[in-house]
Every structure is written in C-alpha cells, then in structure tokens.
C-alpha cells in the first residue's frame, strides 16, 4: 500500500481537515497523511505568503524522503519546482494536477481563484503546461482562505460563479483555485452539473497512478 503525505503549506487546521475528508475516499488503498504547516502563514494569499511557503514545504519534504508520493495542497504550488529539483520522491502541485485533469479531452475549463492577485500567479502555470486555448476563464471569488474553508456562503460564491464560468465563458469543467474549497467539491458538483476538480484529489490521483506504473502495479 502506498505512503502518501499532503502538505497543507498553511497553518490553517480547517484547511487540512478540508482535505481530509475530500480524501477520504483514498485511504482503502493507501495510507495518506494530511500536515499542516506550523509558522506558514494563516492564509497563502500574497507573493510573500507564496515565499515563506515555499521555504517551509522544502524544510518538511527534505524530512519526509520515505514516502511515496508528496503531494503540496496549495494551489499556488509553493516550492514544486524546488522540489523536484532538489529531491527524488516524487513531488506533485494541486494546480498543476488539476490543470491536467481539467484539460483532459480537450476539454475547456474555468478556474474559481481566491482574488485577482490569486489570478495574477496561476495564468505562468497554465501558459506553461500549453493549456491557454482551453482556459475559458479565471474568476475570483473575492475571499480570504479563510472564509474559503469555513464561511458557509462561499458554497453560493462558487455555485454563482461557477454557473458563470459555464454559461458565459463556455468551461466546461471547473477547477477549485484554493485547498480551503477541498469539502465543496460535491455539492458544487451537483449543482453545477460538470465536472468539479478539487485540486488535491486530482494531485493524489495522479500521484497513485504514477507510483502504480513505477512499481508495476
């Protein structure tokens, strides 16, 4: 059974419990950890939050050498390319993830971001895995990562916009921009009526592919 690790770069403990139950379903065929990150910031919402964040994920995967896969539960992937560089446990971004999962097909998708500055650092990420012709759009929602993992109104946000993105912009998938979202995966889904990618699930996913084709599985 493979050993997975989520790192939750923020200090945030209502984001990973978030991600722990939108993973839930993994753990019949895997062990799989959820860590919050003690001394990141409460929310990673600014370049410098992205920063700090970054320089904590490297400190915690250097530790973690005997684990299958690592999964970074942030969608601005803070420290993934570091990682990979510096260290041979598979590394895997939510974003990054998700952007593959949502583009899969040929299909178009929307992203649902935190705020523009949000914007602003996931567009390098979807010019460089060549997927800009099927971006339909990004939108912010205008909210902390807070107010992300626990305001009980974010659900209608993400329902209101994400209904935008389909209608308007003709996505026809859309991607949860922030960890804090993990438990809204479902409900939007259901109303939305299109695929919802939750972020970490996709990078799990892909993680436990990966690691069965490594090992033959």
Do not use: W
């Amino acid at each position: 059974m493979p050993d997975f690790l989520v790192i939750n770069p923020n200090s945030n403990e209502q984001v990973t419990e978030n991600l722990r139950e939108s993973l839930r379903e993994f753990r019949p065929i895997m062990s799989i950890e959820c860590h919050t990150t003690a001394g990141a910031p409460f929310g990673i919402e600014s370049d410098a939050d992205v920063e700090l964040a970054a320089s904590l994920v490297i400190e915690q995967v250097a530790s973690e050498q005997h684990r299958d896969a690592i999964v970074i539960a942030c969608y601005s992937d803070p420290g993934l390319a570091q990682c990979r560089v510096q260290f041979s446990t598979p590394i895997f971004g939510m974003q990054d993830s998700a952007l593959r999962a949502a583009a899969s097909g040929g299909c178009r998708f929307g992203v649902l971001a935190l705020s523009d500055e949000s914007i602003a650092r996931h567009l390098p990420c979807i010019e460089a895995l060549g997927l800009n012709d099927l971006l339909a759009a990004e939108l912010p929602l205008n909210i902390s990562v807070e107010q992300s993992a626990g305001d009980p109104k974010t659900l209608d946000k993400v329902i209101e916009n994400g209904r935008r993105l389909i209608d308007e912009f003709g996505a026809e998938a859309v991607v949860l921009g922030c960890a804090g979202m993990a438990a809204l995966q479902k409900p939007a889904e259901q109303a939305l009526s299109v695929p919802v990618i939750e972020p970490a699930h996709a990078a799990v996913a892909e993680a436990f592919v990966a690691d069965r084709a490594t090992k033959g599985g």
